[in-house]
């Protein structure tokens, strides 16, 4: 399954993954900050990732790792 | 040491800046030091250094404190304003310890100044050459021979001490011709495994670098390089002593200025008058120890300058009020004569009832 | 269980960035990051950080790197590579360094046709100092120092920085682009990489201009900044190539310099 593996250490929550992802996958998690206090990218639902990465090419933190089947 | 040539001061600075393997030379042309500059064009692409003219002091500073990042053998050149341009630049690779050989050929001043010679850099040089706590090696030669010597060993003491070093010259000095012996070739090259010239994917990635955000790094470092500056005053003082050794009159000057007071010695001498020089040649650090020997056996210190009285400052701080410091100068480019100083030291002789 | 097809690049420190969440900055430190994975270069590549909010670049890269004085990383670009041609130099700045107190040193190391790559990040405002005007904010913008919106009666005009160098013969390569979308970002990354691969060539000076979001100090969004960068950044900064010798036919800035001369002396249009 391909899928998204967002590092909370580098996650800034800024939403640019969000907006871009072609399937609206991701989104950020209103029940968790990260040790900064921000709110985290996570991915809603692998099964319907491509591993189109767009969203790892607007990360500015490069918080994303693209795994693809 | 070579047989002697004949030689304008500038131009000797840069032969023997080439010797002592002088990699890269970053100037802009300036009275009265441009011959350095044009001296460097003409020799240093027929031995595969590197030559730029810079548009300007500042980017020549800025491209000295890169190449000297990378650990290659830096110089560059400037008179009185292009100096304070340099400013900012010379603080940086202060704050960054990197070494570099900085010649400034002062000429009259505050402002655009005048373009004959003059001393009226000193605080500059020795206070306030730029922003922060640091101070920078002050040499001051007073001979064309000087020059090239002087020069020679900034290079090896830049790096010994990884802090940038100054030649304080003057217009007199940089467009005088005398025979001088020039000093053999070296490469100059030592190890700097602090030099950020590409790892190589061979050591860990060096950073050249004068931000240090947090307070207590930035005292460290500080407080480091207060260290080295205390080993510097303890090994690299020096200063010419000249007929110090019964004088009880003690003249002391530097540079083109000490050489005025030599003649002017010399002929007290000839009437009687026990009078001696001291001629610093390290501005930075400032020779106290010389200044110790002699201030119990003076009666008085005259300092004569080209200019408004800096360097006096430096005596009456190492005299520590012991005895009486006079000050007689000119600046704008006028240089003391001979007869003027022998007056002095008549005046100061005749107040101590010396004769 | 699957390839990663999409990871951090080696040449990035693992340290986190200090630019705010959403900033471009970031974005293009992995472009070059990447490009200087794919080359293979980090080894001999050494990096020039600006004054501003990349003053700490030199802690995100992992070659050897220089933190230069405030507008004067072209100069000290060119004291490294004089020294070890060999060596991959990069310059990278934002729009008060390179445009404002660094206009002289980015303009003669680009007449000079130092081979040196300089990445120019133009977010139209001084973010590092808070927001205040730059020599790239456009008319009307509201900034710390423009409260009213830039007056250009006063405070003139915007600089359009790769246009103005694109005039000198010593520029190799004059692009711009921009980040706001995953196709932008891919063209923005091929940009860099020719950059890089023509500073190793030795064909000449480049420089690619980034269009940037400040999304603090403009008071919006990530995702706002980009659209008000689309609406009045990229009118007034038209994104593309505004010097490509190679393209033009060239092997480097001089012989492309010696045709313009020959043109010019037999009085021909200029190409």
Redesign the interface.
């Known amino acids: 399954?391909?899928?998204i593996i967002i590092d909370e250490?580098?996650c800034?929550?800024?939403?640019?993954c969000v907006?871009?992802c072609p399937r609206a996958l991701i989104s950020l998690d209103a029940e968790k900050l990260t040790p900064k206090g921000?709110r985290p990218a996570k991915l809603d639902d692998a099964s319907k990732c491509t591993?189109c990465?767009?969203c790892?090419?607007?990360?500015?933190?490069?918080a994303?790792?693209?795994?693809?089947? | 040491m070579s047989e002697k040539v004949l030689m304008k001061g500038n131009e000797a600075i840069a032969e023997a800046a080439l010797r002592a393997g002088c990699q890269c030379f970053f100037g802009y042309p300036i009275t009265p030091q441009t011959e350095l500059a044009a001296y460097m064009s003409k020799r240093m692409p027929k031995m595969g250094r590197v030559y730029l003219q810079a548009e300007s002091e500042i980017a020549a500073i800025n491209m000295v404190y890169g190449a000297a990042g990378t650990g290659a053998r830096v110089m560059t050149s400037s008179s009185s304003p292009g100096i304070s341009l340099k400013s900012e630049g010379i603080s940086y690779m202060a704050g960054a310890d990197l070494p570099g050989v900085i010649v400034n050929i002062t000429r009259g001043g505050p402002g655009l100044g005048g373009i004959q010679p003059a001393q009226s850099d000193y605080w500059q040089a020795t206070r306030a050459a730029g922003h922060g706590d640091f101070h920078m090696i002050v040499l001051a030669p007073s001979t064309v021979q000087e020059m090239a010597d002087e020069v020679y060993n900034a290079f090896d003491i830049a790096d010994r001490y990884r802090t940038p070093v100054m030649i304080l010259g003057d217009g007199m000095l940089g467009q005088m011709m005398e025979p001088v012996s020039l000093p053999e070739e070296k490469s100059g090259k030592t190890d700097k495994p602090w030099a950020a010239d590409g790892h190589r994917n061979k050591r860990k990635k060096n950073v050249i670098n004068s931000l240090f955000l947090k307070p207590q790094a930035l005292e460290d470092r500080n407080i480091e390089r207060f260290e080295r500056y205390d080993v510097i005053k303890k090994n690299e003082q020096r200063a010419e002593m000249y007929l110090t050794d019964d004088a009880e009159i003690v003249v002391v000057a530097f540079g083109a200025s000490a050489r005025v007071v030599r003649s002017a010695v010399d002929r007290a001498r000839s009437v009687g008058i026990k009078v001696g020089l001291i001629r610093p040649i390290t501005l930075w650090p400032y020779p106290t120890d010389a200044i110790e020997s002699v201030v119990d056996q003076a009666k008085k210190f005259l300092v004569v300058e080209m200019n408004m009285g800096q360097m006096v400052e430096d005596v009456r701080l190492a005299v520590a009020g012991r005895k009486a410091v006079d000050f007689f100068g000119h600046t704008g480019g006028i240089i003391p004569t001979p007869t003027e100083v022998f007056e002095q030291i008549e005046r100061i002789a005749a107040e101590k009832g010396e004769e | 269980m699957g390839e990663i097809i999409f990871k951090r690049p080696d040449a990035l420190e693992d340290t986190v960035f200090s630019y705010c969440p959403g900033c471009t900055h970031g974005i293009s430190h992995r472009l070059i990051a990447e490009i200087i994975d794919e080359l293979g270069i980090e080894g001999t590549t050494v990096g020039v950080a600006p004054v501003g909010c990349s003053v700490m670049a030199y802690d995100f890269f992992t070659c050897d790197m220089f933190e230069a004085a405030h507008g004067r990383a072209p100069a000290v670009a060119t004291g490294i590579k004089r020294v070890n041609p060999d060596n991959v130099v990069f310059a990278y700045q934002g729009d008060g360094d390179l445009a404002s107190i660094g206009m002289a040193e980015t303009v003669h190391a680009a007449s000079r046709g130092e081979n040196i790559t300089v990445i120019f990040i133009n977010n139209a405002i001084y973010g590092m100092t808070g927001g205040q005007m730059a020599p790239t904010s456009l008319p009307g913008q509201v900034t710390q120092t423009s409260p009213f919106g830039r007056d250009v009666t006063q405070a003139g005009y915007p600089i359009r920085v790769v246009e103005l160098l694109s005039e000198l013969d010593g520029v190799a390569l004059a692009q711009r682009v921009t980040l706001d979308t995953p196709k932008h970002v891919r063209e923005a990354k091929r940009a860099i990489k020719k950059a890089f691969e023509y500073q190793i060539a030795g064909v000449g000076y480049s420089i690619v201009e980034i269009v940037s979001t400040c999304p603090t100090n403009w008071g919006l969004s990530p995702q706002d900044a980009f659209q008000w960068m689309r609406d009045n950044m990229l009118p007034y900064y038209p994104l593309g190539v505004y010097r490509d010798v190679k393209a033009e036919g060239f092997d480097n800035i001089h012989d492309r310099a010696a045709d313009k001369r020959e043109r010019l002396s037999c009085g021909k249009d200029e190409k």
């Open positions: 399954m391909s899928k250490t580098y800034k929550g800024c939403g640019l907006a871009v921000y591993a990465a767009m790892a090419t607007m990360c500015p933190d490069v994303i790792t693209v795994v693809k089947e």
